[in-house]
């Protein structure tokens, strides 16, 4: 009997930490991270071959893990793209959120985003060393990382078990490097009504943890409801709370809408828009911790029924 009673006691401790933690799992942030910043794929500028490549294989992610398409053309969201930082050619580009959806029937949905764009070779702008230009921009960090965590966020809450009280929007934002352009286009059109947003979740460059700097935590600010989401995670992360929703990424576009919104971020570094941001410089580890974090503010998050907006400027 006192076998049989450890046995329930620890299978119950097993499912506890599961759901409160999460399935995260480092080979399959590897997996995505390699992938999406391999030299093959050249940097994924906006409009090149090798973004479509990206864009196609977050799609094909998405059904595996039988979300629902969630775009204007499945799980696609066109949008027509301009590069304004030089002058180049071919300023327009075509330009695709990719969109799906965890339809729970709930009245209320979560919005978790990244983008998967990148600098390319950097001749459309934004790299930070000119001798660089050129040469690929591999952007592991920036923002292969934080795809890998929609991703796994997304394997995580299809395969729990779990009927979660809220829906979840999981959005791949295109065109991040040229102006948080994917996330403006969504906002303004969106394929769920905005009103009915609880909140946004977005991460961009979770790849560097440096525990002497920790992992940023931005628009804690933007809600009264984020107190008590945060208060109550258990993480041996350092973390550091930033009450401003602005900001550059795609959180931002959401939070103009008045919609509360937190932004994970482990912040910049040597390579940060240079070639050397490449996938075995990334901190699996810590990106397996930061997403588990993220779980328990999600989950948190869900006792709630409001998030009051709070503007921060």
């Not at 046995?7 to 999406?36: N, T």
């Not at 590069?83 to 180049?88: H, L, N, S």
């Not at 930070?128 to 952007?139: Q, Y």
């Amino acid at each position: 009997m006192k076998s049989k009673i450890l046995h329930f006691l620890c299978i119950g401790f097993l499912g506890f930490s599961l759901q409160a933690y999460g399935q995260v799992e480092i080979p399959k942030l590897k997996e995505h991270v390699y992938y999406l910043s391999s030299d093959a794929m050249k940097g994924r500028a906006t409009g090149s071959k090798e973004n479509k490549k990206a864009a196609r294989y977050i799609e094909r992610e998405f059904k595996k893990m039988g979300l629902t398409p969630k775009g204007e053309n499945g799980f696609r969201q066109p949008f027509t793209a301009k590069v304004t930082r030089v002058i180049v050619k071919d300023s327009l580009r075509k330009a695709e959120n990719i969109i799906g959806f965890l339809d729970n029937q709930a009245a209320k949905t979560i919005v978790i985003g990244a983008h998967y764009d990148h600098l390319g070779l950097g001749k459309d702008g934004g790299s930070r060393d000119s001798t660089h230009i050129g040469h690929i921009h591999n952007g592991a960090d920036d923002n292969a990382s934080g795809v890998a965590g929609l991703l796994e966020l997304a394997r995580h809450y299809t395969s729990n078990g779990i009927t979660e009280p809220y829906n979840i929007l999981f959005i791949a934002f295109g065109a991040e490097e040229l102006g948080l352009l994917g996330s403006k286009h969504f906002v303004e059109q969106p394929t769920v009504k905005l009103q009915d947003i609880h909140w946004m979740l977005n991460f961009d460059m979770i790849g560097r943890y440096n525990p002497a700097n920790g992992l940023a935590i931005i628009g804690y600010g933007t809600s009264p409801g984020f107190k008590p989401i945060l208060s109550d995670i258990n993480t041996s992360l350092k973390y550091h709370k930033s009450h401003d929703g602005s900001g550059g990424s795609d959180q931002t576009s959401f939070y103009r809408k008045d919609i509360p919104v937190l932004f994970f971020h482990t912040g910049g570094h040597e390579d940060y828009h240079k070639k050397g941001d490449t996938a075995e410089k990334i901190n699996y580890q810590a990106m397996m911790q930061i997403l588990q974090l993220a779980i328990q503010a999600i989950d948190n998050s869900m006792k709630q029924a409001d998030l009051p907006f709070q503007a921060t400027n």
